[in-house]
């Protein structure tokens, strides 16, 4: 992740990615080419890294120039445009290959088809690096594409945001905000898994339970699994360094994530601590801690409910359940004034059927 300006941007199209494509199309060109001795034109700025790379690989004799091209101001929308530095030699009777860095809507292209008609070249080819065919509005023929993208906005590899980016050997896309990640809190029993279940599918979001992925461990005999077991067939809550790591390599294995419902963590402040400081360093923030509240005697019924079918050792014995109460009131609680004081703490009753609650649940979510 990179910032430039008041953006962030990630890793979207490595070097290689891009060489590749580069090569390809230099020997395309070439093929097709062999007998012209063409003039390529670069359109400046963006093109200034692409054009270089290209012309490093084009194997035959050519000659180059370049033009630039802006908007007129305040008519962006209308999408004219006017020519800014012409070329200074006559190309009457040439073959033409004018190399762009994008098009996306085509509005640049037509304007190059308007200028070139009016020159009596004797033919006119068009290449570009980067295509975004969704945005794509025009018939033209486009030649040569290096690489076709969606519609995303890039920098790098000539490319800017606001200046700046052009330096940048790769190309990046940017990092949209609008993640929902949210802290399902509450006592064990209190229904943060069930309803995780139905609001990640409902807001697209990727679920992560703490307990899950340690009973995952414990079933698959891991290092990690073993390390857990006897803390939570106590009742106890595992180390802190463990849990943290833990859920840092979850979360990391997710990069494509819309966001993500923490179910389970934090579960002390040291973890929201942690879970704070590791969501900054990659551009994201909790969105919402909600709590499900349930009277204890509710929840140990549940959980002693819960143990005869799941065969879970710390729901089947009511002093481990009282003992994950107790982790709760001394551990877990204090977190609600954390979260308040980050004005992200909501409360939702988490008494009534299923549905009731998620839309208890949602209805917390949609104002945020
Ligand atoms: P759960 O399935 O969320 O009720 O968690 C079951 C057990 O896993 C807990 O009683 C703890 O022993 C352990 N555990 C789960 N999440 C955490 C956490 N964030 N910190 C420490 N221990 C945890």
Same mark, same amino acid.
């Given at each position: 992740m990179i910032k430039l300006h008041d953006k962030y941007f990630k890793k979207f199209i490595t070097e290689a990615e891009i060489q590749e494509a580069v090569a390809r199309m230099a020997s395309e060109v070439a093929n097709d080419l062999k007998d012209e001795e063409p003039i390529f034109i670069g359109i400046l700025n963006g093109v200034f890294m692409f054009f270089s790379d290209f012309m490093k690989a084009y194997p035959f004799p050519c000659e180059m120039s370049f033009m630039k091209l802006s908007s007129y101001h305040g008519t962006t929308s209308t999408g004219e445009i006017k020519e800014l530095i012409g070329l200074s030699q006559n190309i009457e009777g040439r073959t033409v290959v004018v190399l762009e860095d994008i098009i996306d809507t085509g509005n640049t292209l037509e304007e190059l088809h308007n200028i070139f008609k009016a020159k009596k070249v004797k033919q006119f080819k068009i290449g570009t690096l980067f295509f975004k065919p969704e945005a794509y509005t025009k018939q033209y023929n486009i030649d040569y594409i290096g690489i076709e993208i969606s519609n995303k906005f890039i920098v790098g590899y000539g490319l800017d945001y606001d200046e700046l980016? @052009? =330096?940048?050997p790769e190309v990046y896309q940017l990092h949209t905000h609008n993640m929902i990640n949210l802290i399902l809190f /509450?006592? #064990?029993? *209190?229904g943060k898994g069930t309803q995780a279940n139905f609001l990640k599918e409902k807001y697209n979001l990727v679920h992560i339970s703490t307990g899950d992925v340690f009973r995952y461990n414990i079933k698959n005999g891991t290092e990690l699994g073993l390390l857990a077991k006897s803390y939570m067939d106590q009742g106890d809550l595992v180390p802190d360094e463990v849990t943290i790591n833990m859920l840092q390599a979850e979360v990391e294995k =997710? #990069?494509? *994530?819309q966001g993500f419902i923490f179910d389970g963590? #934090? @579960?002390t402040t040291a973890q929201s601590e942690a879970l704070d400081n590791f969501l900054t360093s990659k551009d994201m923030t909790i969105s919402a801690t909600i709590a499900l509240e349930a009277d204890d005697e509710i929840l140990i019924q549940r959980l002693l409910e819960r143990g005869k079918e799941s065969g879970r050792v710390d729901d089947q014995d009511e002093s481990k359940i009282r003992n994950r109460f107790e982790e709760y009131n001394q551990k877990t609680a204090p977190l609600i004034d954390y979260y308040k004081a980050q004005n992200k703490f909501y409360s939702v009753n /988490?008494?009534?059927?299923i549905e009731e609650i998620t839309v208890r649940l949602s209805d917390v979510i949609d104002q945020l």
């Open positions: 980016g @052009r =330096n940048l /509450g006592k #064990p029993g *209190a =997710n #990069p494509e *994530a963590f #934090p @579960r /988490g008494i009534g059927t």
